[in-house]
Nanobody, 123 residues
Framework: QVQLVESGGGLVQAGGSLRLSCTAS????????MAWFRQAPGKEREFVAA???????TYAESVKGRFTVSRDNAKMTVYLQMNSLKPEDTGVYYC?????????????????WGRGTQVTVSS
């Protein structure tokens, strides 16, 4: 089990950038697959990006080419670099972890979750 704390959210104008961080505690972080999900008001939580312990990654179609997920196992941190932000990217962004396995875009396959960080993109 890992404990996750997100940071880096905020208010940004459309076209701007933000970098989210998710810092973990727990001995097994380096072996876990990590993911970012988001939830907009009145909508279901949706997958954004995921990265395996080896650095393989996958993205939702809506963020491909704009968002980049990365990790630093020595710092026990996973990042989400978000560029060319759009108002529809607004939402609470959550970090999630699952034991070593293939990458997944299904939230029910992730065991541990952070509390989220708010991202608001103004038009």
């Amino acid at each position: 089990q890992v404990q996750l704390v997100e940071s880096g959210g905020g208010l940004v104008q459309a076209g701007g950038s933000l970098r989210l961080s998710c810092t973990a505690s727990g001995r097994t972080f380096s072996t876990y697959a990590m993911a970012w999900f988001r939830q907009a008001p009145g909508k279901e939580r949706e997958f954004v990006a995921a990265i395996s312990w080896r650095g393989e990654h996958t993205y939702a179609e809506s963020v491909k080419g704009r968002f980049t997920v990365s990790r630093d196992n020595a710092k026990m941190t996973v990042y989400l670099q978000m560029n060319s932000l759009k108002p529809e990217d607004t939402g609470v962004y959550y970090c999630a972890a699952r034991p070593p396995a293939t990458l997944s875009d299904k939230d029910f396959e992730y065991n541990d979750w952070g509390r989220g960080t708010q991202v608001t993109v103004s038009s």
